[in-house]
């Protein structure tokens, strides 16, 4: 970083969440931010996996990586690179995430205005101190809320909105050979937090067979990370003779990559995962799949999106594997009735 051209004006530092979802759920904050303030920059502090979901924030002015290792306390570096946040000239620092060594930066960085929510007890170190206490409040507003003081109540829900170019998405379905002229449908199967909440392969893939009978020459694209390649080929195995047109690009795209292809899809179904988030500030058609978590809690916010969850008595349990051994939530949940919901989209 070099300060030397920092002290125009203040600036406003935003410390971004860790995970993808969570990344894309911020932005209606940045939007507010940029209302009450037009002409104060806003930088964003993120770490490297979530930094292309903030290329494509228009409000995020620029984006500084944190170059510190996960988990890790590491004072002396966050109190060196505190040093350089100094140069930048913040009036103000919003701490997203909830945990203590995130909100040392911004008090070592002796930036005045410190928002946040209480989190891991970092009173003095958050100076303007919100409260999580709104039962089931969803994330998007639970953001949002630190735009204001901590006595006003959250904001209505807006619809996270990320930026991509139609020329950079031709770009990327020819450089990974999907046809332009084909429809697009894409499936997530995978979750980085853990196996309770993904639909079963077999499910998948009996899915793909439906979409391929009802959308001639359609092209079904399965993204995730590399951990998800396997679930990805089980998918394909799944899909009986629509497998030809499963494409399982599971750890050959980057997120950028998966980010741009996301945009030019016709439909999208998914976990409670960050690409369904992603579909949803897209502005994709999304089928949103929820069996562990709560889709009250992060639900989808596009202008045509449809979730389905079982909402058994055990769910959402919110754990990374199911506690009762069974994974009803999501084993139980059929593909009728996830077609149901699809087809009317795949249709219009």
């Excluded at 037009?38 to 990586?65: K, S």
């Excluded at 003095?124 to 630190?146: E, I, K, Q």
């Excluded at 909105?161 to 995978?190: K, Q, T």
């Excluded at 292809?261 to 994709?284: E, K, M």
Aim: with cysteine; net charge positive; proline share 9%.
């Amino acid at each position: 970083m070099n300060g030397n051209d920092m002290k125009n004006g203040p600036r406003t530092l935003v410390i971004s969440p860790n995970w993808i979802g969570d990344a894309v759920m911020a932005q209606p904050l940045l939007r507010m931010l940029k209302q009450q303030h037009p002409e104060r920059p806003i930088d964003v502090l993120a770490p490297p996996q979530v930094v292309p979901v903030w290329r494509r924030i228009q409000e995020a002015d620029d984006i500084l990586v944190t170059p510190f290792r996960h988990r890790a306390l590491q004072l002396g570096e966050r109190f060196k690179y505190a040093r350089l946040l100094k140069e930048r000239n913040y009036s103000d620092a919003y701490v997203l995430p909830n945990t203590l060594k995130y909100a040392l930066i911004p008090w070592l960085a002796r930036i005045p205005r410190r928002v946040g929510y209480k989190g891991e007890m970092r009173y003095g170190m958050v100076n303007v101190m919100h409260h999580d206490d709104v039962p089931r409040r969803s994330m998007v507003p639970f953001y949002s809320a630190l735009a204001r003081e901590p006595e006003l109540p959250s904001p209505r829900p807006v619809r996270p909105i990320l930026i991509v170019g139609g020329e950079e998405s031709n770009d990327v379905r020819a450089r990974l050979g999907l046809d332009l002229d084909r429809p697009l449908v894409v499936f997530a199967p995978g979750a980085e937090f853990g196996i309770a909440k993904r639909w079963p392969p077999a499910h998948y893939g009996a899915l793909a067979e439906r979409v391929a009978h009802k959308v001639p020459g359609v092209q079904i694209a399965l993204l995730g990370s590399p951990n998800d390649r396997e679930t990805c080929d089980q998918v394909q195995e799944c899909a009986g003779q629509a497998a030809p047109a499963v494409v399982n690009l599971a750890g050959q795209t980057s997120l950028d990559d998966a980010i741009a292809l996301i945009a030019q899809a016709g439909a999208v179904v998914s976990n409670d995962s960050g690409l369904l988030h992603i579909a949803s500030a897209l502005n994709r058609p999304v089928v949103a799949l929820y069996g562990s978590t709560d889709p009250d809690y992060a639900p989808p916010l596009s202008d045509l999106s449809r979730t389905v969850s079982l909402r058994l008595e055990c769910s959402p349990c919110r754990k990374r594997e199911c506690p009762l051994g069974h994974h009803d939530c999501m084993n139980k949940m059929s593909v009728d009735r996830v077609w149901r919901e699809l087809a009317p989209i795949l249709g219009g």
